[in-house]
């Protein structure tokens, strides 16, 4: 089943700019996601297991790299993020 989410991240602690970019770069290491950004947020969508998966390592890599911070995700099931000639 496809599924896709919409996250952001809130860093309570350190550099904002570069914590967001490396929690993104985590989410792209999953190779088995889309992943599209912009500046309110970042989109993804894939199989329901590696959209679960992805976003459970990113979160728990920036926990180790950041500690108190928070997430905030919005999960559409059956649906897949269409990246058009901009993404």
């Known amino acids: 089943m496809e599924l896709s989410a919409e996250l952001s991240l809130y860093p309570l602690t350190g550099d904002v700019d570069t914590s967001v970019l490396a929690f993104i770069d985590d989410l792209h290491d999953s190779g088995q ?22 976003v459970n390592i990113a979160l728990k890599r920036s926990s180790e790299r950041l500690g108190r911070q928070v997430l905030v995700v919005k999960y559409l099931p059956s649906h897949r993020i269409e990246i058009g000639a901009e993404g």
């Not at 950004?37 to 993804?44: A, G």
């Open 33 to 54: 996601i889309s992943v599209v950004t912009n500046t309110m947020s970042t989109q993804i969508s894939g199989e329901w297991d590696a959209v679960m998966s992805a």
